[in-house]
């Protein structure tokens, strides 16, 4: 007889799941997702602003994870894959523009001298004694990020280097984010015996590498999520699931239209929030550690300005924390990424873990801010010639001290044929989700038998 899959989430990490089901259980399998939106995709949302595609949700995935780069080779997609110009963003600071600093891992410094002009003389003299200093680390611990940077550089080097990094990543601030979340390879290096913060960053910096960070979809993910239904053979239910329910020999799916189907293994591909709430009658302890996980959620303008809008050389804008801007990141998307045309394309992203922007603020209050902050930050009052708002209810988890351990215990608490996959459990990039969707088709075919 052949097996049968239930998939319950239409974001990436959904698809992906399908897609690997598919490749992995073979023709015959039938693979059922269920998501009630008005199209699939979650976060990764391609629509057209002044007659180009342009995505509203993730923008750009790490080009040097192999996630993406070889998924999209195996759907034929390879060609599809671009890269940016080579610009780089800025940071937005006391009212006036200062490069990115060269030199350190999510905005901590490998020196003092890569931030000077970003920070004052008494932070830069700070950093460089830093490595005299004694280092009080514990191996394995799990601090955020911010404590442990305020502690040893000064809270100029969180608010203006981390945190508006961080804030562009998860809509959070250093003072939420885990150190092992934020910054790994530095938690790694000291971990290993690194006697200082500088000594561990200088450890972690990446390689110089040839080829761009980032990359994105000529056309927009929309491409990939199309080949990802096409690919999978997807049968899409677009309606809630109400419960989960298990009857020994494999696991019931309930519609909240009151439909019910029967599956053997299920991936339960939903965020944090929602997965707690499917998983506390089937897996209360599994339910009790996704409910631990805070969200944030965000909103993106998106906005079409006349061709010849005198925009900088840059990539865009990250904002330092406690600026009196509304936006948290601007980016020029047309200067990133090399898009011509008649209208210069950009995106706004305003949110932050803790407030109410997303939920409270009209559609003309955004597009009031962003028109400010563009004339605040670049001196530009042009009138947009499309415009657009996009907004991201509870779609940014918050990676706290200790997430690991959080998700290890969900993922241990899970019962036979249910899987897990989402951007709340091993990074929330699109890199990761894919990989965690691959981890969850794996666990479901073979508990299906």
């Given amino acids: 007889m052949s097996r049968r899959f239930g998939v319950i989430g239409g ?32 976060v990764l949302r391609t629509e057209t602003l002044a007659g180009r595609p342009m995505d509203v949700g993730a923008e750009a995935f790490v080009a040097r994870r192999r996630e993406v780069p070889a998924l999209l080779a195996e759907l034929g997609l390879a060609g599809r894959q671009i890269t940016t110009t080579g610009v780089r963003p800025t940071i937005y600071c006391r009212d006036r523009l200062h490069p990115l600093p060269k030199g350190t891992v999510n905005g901590i410094p490998g020196s003092a001298e890569s931030v000077a ?8 003299q700070r950093i460089a004694t830093e490595p005299g200093r004694p280092l009080d680390w514990c191996a394995g611990s799990d601090p955020a990020v911010g404590e442990v940077v305020a502690d040893r550089f000064g809270e100029q080097v969180v608010s203006r280097s981390v945190d508006p990094l961080l804030s562009g990543v998860y809509a959070g601030s250093a003072a939420g984010i885990g150190i092992r979340a934020a910054v790994p390879t530095v938690a790694a290096a000291l971990d290993e015996g690194a006697d200082s913060l500088t000594a561990a960053v200088r450890r972690a910096l990446p390689p110089a590498v ?11 993910y929309r491409v990939l999520l199309d080949a990802l239904v096409t690919a999978g053979s997807i049968r899409w ?9 298990d009857d020994g020999s494999g696991w019931s799916v309930s519609e909240e239209g009151g439909g019910s189907w029967r599956f053997d293994a299920v991936v339960l591909a939903v965020p944090a929030p929602r997965a707690a709430a499917l998983l506390s009658g089937v897996a209360p302890h599994a339910a009790a550690a996704a409910a631990e996980i805070p969200v944030a959620s965000a909103v ?10 005198p925009f900088p050389p840059q990539s ?34 305003f949110g932050r873990f803790g407030d109410d922007i997303a939920q409270c603020a009209t559609d003309s209050d955004i597009l009031s801010w962003a ?7 670049f001196g530009i009052a042009a009138e947009p010639l499309e415009v657009m708002v996009r907004r991201w209810i509870g779609a940014l988890p918050q990676y706290g001290p200790g997430h690991a351990e959080i998700v290890a215990r969900l993922r241990a608490s899970l019962p036979p044929a249910l899987a897990v996959a989402g951007n709340y459990l091993d990074g929330v990039g699109v890199p990761a989700c894919v990989a965690a969707a691959g981890r969850a088709a794996v666990a479901a075919v073979a508990a299906a038998g």
């Fill in 237 to 245: 239910i677009q309606t809630a699931v109400a419960a989960l329910g």
């Fill in 371 to 377: 028109q400010d902050d563009l004339a605040a930050v």
């Fill in 117 to 124: 002009g970003l920070v004052d003389r008494a932070t830069v």
């Fill in 300 to 309: 993106v303008a998106a906005l079409a300005m006349p061709a010849g809008t």
């Fill in 11 to 42: 974001g990436v990490s959904g698809l992906v799941a399908a897609y690997r089901l598919r490749r992995a259980a073979g023709p015959d399998a039938e693979i059922v997702l269920f998501d009630p939106a008005d199209r699939l995709g979650g």
């Fill in 210 to 220: 040839a080829g761009p960070v980032f990359g994105a979809i000529s056309g927009g």
């Fill in 316 to 349: 865009g804008v990250l904002v330092a924390s406690g600026e009196p801007l509304h936006a948290k990141a601007i980016t020029l998307t047309s200067r990133k990424w090399g898009t011509g045309g008649g209208a210069e394309l950009l995106r706004l992203s």
